[in-house]
């Protein structure tokens, strides 16, 4: 049956599947006698070292080969995916990029290759990819790999359209429309009213929301440019996201007009600071048009105080957006969305399920909770594809609210994921990952040769701790400390890649040197897997 | 054999397949006996409408299933494959959206369903879709499905990865740089040097040219933004791709400040407008940095003479940047590739391979002649991502060129692609397509009922006109004929949806009315496909 090909590169394929016929055998033979058109029957005699991408439809009698084709492509996906999940595979087999590149012949050729070099380059790029669905991988927000998001991503991409009318992608749209709306009930908004888009990313969602928040407040802005608008200010934490700096660099505001507030040691954005800088920067006659909330940092995890940013928002008659990129997912779960209080309140919302809730990527959703609002700032009204006199609803032609052109159909994966699962059940996948992350924090935080970066439970999935090897635990704490400390975290790292056994990130942070950042959000992860990722740093760290 | 499936909807499959067992059967069943660990051999005894999505990997014991349900998602996939290139299957089975929202219960609930549910979820979402692979679908730049193109797309969803790092994607991140330089020696820059990114579609490829631009003439504006320097213009063609202007708006520029230049009856840009507009808005005490010329407009398929475009911007000192989001392709091309001379000198280039190439939606590919000018744009040195101590070469972290934090890959459909075809392979699918818009624009030339939209031969596929039917054709040329062939397109556009039969695009432009574009990307059409649209137009043209 076909799915031994599943356990076997090709070349190791048990000798039965591996009978092949003569060179361009699948065209000269004469047509099976069974009574399915295109028939699959005589799958095992295709020989792909004679045949080439042209022999795959739209070929004439294509659909033999490319049944074939696609299905042994197939069985080295589902081959990777087993082993994806396989503790006793590495996560990585890491390479240096010139090793890399001297491995393996990557260079594109005037002459094409044919339909079997074509499956040893999936084989080889599969060979040295990191397994990101791995339960042993934590190194970013984004790991694990849902059966139906791959699946919902397949059919994505047999779909092959593009989001901007109804015309070409009905059902992507209704989705979507569906889907941005159970969002918006899930941050708050009555009955999930409101606007919103997937976007290619947190990054451009927060760039959107800046965008708008510019528009609203001067709408003359699309046509004359800032030339024309007092000098703009929006302010953020200094934990925060760089997106919010890169969108203003982008946005032509500049990062000089995004101020950082300060943050409480737990990396909370301090409300009274924020009311500070915004008086300040109105009485250097600048203009506070948008706070960015983050509701969950990169690194700690943090959750700004939502309640009362709200507050000095709605005061000073600024806009207030929600990067909750990495944090959004916890409004799926009943244990954890009181972190996200006074979400309700934002006048945008980013929200990336790509990453708390385990979607593959990318899928990141801005939300806005005023209506046509987004349409106005980025409509250009190209004639070629919004023609004012189609025969439907034109309601449905969305894709001029986008800075995007063309736009990639996001929206499904989330959907069947969230169609398989139910709300409750992404909430078991997040209280799971919330709860290992609990158990880490339990475990090593009165640990020999560990120190929490900041005290208390954490409140995301993101545990932040130093590794102290036992050649400095009885050191004092000085700048010799410090800058050994700094460079343990970057060797056990490199070490981990080097063995290929796990994978986290790390990272200074202001005055804090190289310290382990863990997140948690691959619901493959279990007990042990913590227990593993601790014994694997005391492993690679001890002799530091 | 398993691909009796492809045939067959769950409903009509012949009955020995349909063999389903107790609930739950996959999990209490005993081991299987066979070798093969894990094994698919009871493949047919999984019943989904007693599994959900938590049954499948990392379920404990959750192979069988796992493999069992995406190998039957595949089957539906791959059945869509081949009824998309059966010209006997209808382009679209269209509805109206709110019959599309009643037909089927789209919305998102608490509880989970069952896999038995998710793949009919996955058989109604792909009866409403638009077959964009079919040989008759014509309605966009961007057509056809590539069979490796497919497969690469889907391995990409199971590598699941981002490209902001080496270390998280250390394939994918060589094979850009591979094919970027590729594409640079294409674009004629001495050993493909230069910078480039894979962005999230053309407009934002033609808006991060506009930021380089204006980063490279005032790099000061990264922090201190538009106040700090003077009123900038953009010249584009009245041609051009409507995100010239939007990406303008974005970047705090203003759609005020994009000039559009005079084309010719062609579509062309004429360069003595734009030296003219120059020079006018120099005297305004305005400064020009930057000219985006297109090659290949989108609804006529003009190319902007580049070698007169570029002697200006020379003379000016203002950035070149050509829009070949369309035209691109032709590179490929020895007999074509001449309509783009000249974009060796430009400074920046956007180029979509999802169009003329036919690569999988999305891939848009910004090439930018000078290196490190994109990473002094945009870069944040995010410390968490882009850690200086790592053991890798960092300039292979290529992330901090972007704008996006997460992006996600693009390349390697193309890569995968390339290698298949060949540069060559490339050429000849781009021929057949130039070729096949000659073949409509000599049928329908002199034909009784068309009028060419401008004169002479297409200079890319791109084919204007309008349909006039019997009662129109012996009218003057007065308002009221205007009045009534505006009317013509829209009608028989809507009358090909409700058929399912064919699409293709139309559009106002300027003082023309409604005109049919048929633009041809898909190497699946052929003659017969292009009599088939002229006839289909007659049939359901010829009573207006």
Redesign the interface.
């Known amino acids: 049956?076909?799915?031994?090909a599943?356990?076997y590169g090709d070349a190791e394929r048990p000798a039965e599947t591996g009978a092949r016929a003569a060179p361009g055998a699948a065209e000269q033979r004469p047509a099976c006698a069974c009574s399915?058109k295109?028939?699959?029957?005589q799958?095992a005699d295709v020989n792909y070292a004679f045949l080439?991408?042209?022999d795959?439809?739209?070929a004439c009698n294509g659909?033999i080969t490319?049944?074939s084709?696609?299905?042994d492509?197939?069985d080295?996906?589902?081959q990777?995916?087993?082993r994806s999940?396989d503790r006793s595979t590495k996560v990585i087999d890491?390479?240096?990029?010139?090793e890399?590149?001297q491995e393996y012949n990557?260079?594109?050729?005037?002459?094409?290759?044919t339909?079997e070099?074509?499956l040893l380059?999936?084989r080889t790029?599969?060979k040295?990819?990191?397994k990101?669905?791995h339960?042993r991988y934590f190194?970013?927000l984004?790991t694990g790999?849902?059966?139906?998001g791959?699946?919902?991503?397949?059919?994505t991409?047999?779909?092959?359209?593009?989001m901007f009318t109804?015309?070409?992608?009905?059902?992507f749209?209704?989705?979507e429309y569906?889907?941005l709306r159970?969002m918006r009930e899930m941050v708050g908004w009555p009955g999930g009213c409101g606007d919103g888009i997937f976007s290619?990313?947190?990054?451009?969602s927060n760039?959107y929301a800046m965008?708008i928040a510019r528009f609203k407040m001067f709408p003359e802005?699309?046509?004359?440019?800032?030339?024309?608008i007092p000098?703009l200010v929006a302010f953020t934490s200094e934990h925060s996201?760089?997106?919010v700096?890169?969108?203003?660099?982008?946005?032509?505001?500049?990062?000089?007009?995004v101020i950082l507030i300060r943050c409480d040691e737990r990396g909370k954005m301090i409300p009274s600071d924020l009311e500070r800088r915004i008086l300040e920067a109105k009485q250097k006659g600048f203009v506070p048009f948008l706070v960015s909330a983050t509701a969950g940092t990169?690194?700690y995890g943090a959750f700004d105080p939502l309640i009362a940013i709200a507050d000095i928002c709605k005061k000073y008659k600024i806009w207030m957006h929600v990067d909750g990129a990495w944090g959004g997912g916890l409004l799926m779960s009943r244990k954890h969305k009181w972190k996200l209080n006074g979400v309700e309140r934002a006048n945008s919302v980013t929200w990336n399920p790509?990453k708390m809730m385990g979607v593959?990527?990318?899928c990141?959703a801005l939300l806005v909770r005023e209506e046509g609002l987004m349409q106005s700032?980025?409509q250009?009204?190209?004639?070629?594809?919004f023609?004012q006199?189609?025969?439907?609803?034109l309601s449905?032609d969305t894709g001029d609210k986008a800075?995007?052109?063309?736009?990639?159909?996001d929206v499904?994966k989330l959907?069947?994921?969230?169609?398989?699962?139910?709300?409750?059940?992404f909430e078991a996948q997040i209280d799971k990952c919330l709860e290992l992350a609990e158990y880490l924090y339990n475990k090593i935080k009165n640990r020999d040769g560990y120190e929490m970066v900041f005290d208390g439970k954490p409140q995301h999935t993101n545990v932040c701790f130093w590794y102290i090897p036992p050649s400095l635990r009885s050191m004092e704490d000085n700048e010799e400390r410090m800058s050994r400390l700094?460079?343990v975290a970057?060797v056990i790292?490199?070490r981990m890649?080097e063995y290929g056994t796990t994978?986290v990130?790390?990272?200074?942070?202001g005055d804090k040197v190289?310290f382990f950042?863990m997140v948690i959000s691959n619901?493959?992860a279990t007990h042990q897997d913590i227990d593993f990722l601790i014994d694997e740093i005391e492993r690679l760290g001890q002799d530091l």
């Open positions: 049956w076909h799915n031994a599943l356990l399915q295109p028939c699959g029957c799958k080439h991408s042209t795959l439809l739209p659909e490319t049944m084709f696609l299905q492509v197939v080295i996906l589902l990777y995916v087993v999940f890491f390479h240096y990029p010139n890399l590149l990557w260079e594109l050729a005037d002459q094409p290759q339909l070099e074509i380059n999936c790029t599969l040295y990819a990191i990101t669905g339960p190194n970013q984004s790999l849902d059966m139906v791959l699946a919902a991503d397949w059919l991409s047999a779909a092959n359209t593009n109804y015309e070409i992608a009905p059902v749209v209704l989705l569906v889907t159970k290619p990313g947190g990054a451009i760039m965008l802005v699309k046509e004359k440019g800032m030339a024309a000098r996201h760089f997106s700096k890169k969108g203003a660099a982008a946005l032509g505001i500049g990062t000089d007009s990169t690194v790509h593959p990527l990318q990141s700032c980025n250009m009204h190209a004639s070629y594809l023609q006199d189609k025969h439907y609803d449905y800075l995007q052109c063309g736009r990639h159909v499904f959907w069947l994921m969230w169609r398989a699962k139910g709300t409750t059940g700094m460079k970057p790292k490199a890649m994978m990130s790390y990272q200074p942070l190289n950042r619901p493959a």
